[in-house]
């Protein structure tokens, strides 16, 4: 399975979208304890939501539009409503 993810970091409200094949459970993990450079400075973070995917063309064309302009609205709607 391939996970497309949103966080949202309990310092500043700020949100981080990402993609895997791990657990989004186990990757939150990873970014609260810093071993990803970009979300290093904004820690803690808490899973607000996650898509599973069985191909990874799909979870990887989901993260880029969530990304996008379009996308980017969507996800501030889910951050606020969180």
């Known amino acids: 399975m391939y996970y497309v993810y949103l966080l949202k970091s309990l ?3 700020s949100s981080y ?5 791990d657990d989004p459970k ?3 993990d ?3 304890s810093g071993q990803n450079r970009w979300t290093r400075k904004y820690r ?3 899973l607000v939501y996650y898509e599973s ?4 063309k799909d979870a990887l064309h989901r993260e880029k ?3 996008s302009g379009v996308g980017n609205k969507l996800v501030k709607l889910v951050i ?3």
């Open 11 to 13: 310092l500043d409200g």
């Open 17 to 21: 979208v990402g993609y895997t094949n």
């Open 26 to 28: 186990i990757r939150l």
């Open 30 to 32: 990873e970014h609260n």
């Open 44 to 46: 803690p973070y808490q």
């Open 53 to 56: 995917y069985y191909c990874k």
């Open 65 to 67: 539009f969530l990304k």
């Open 80 to 82: 606020e409503n969180f």
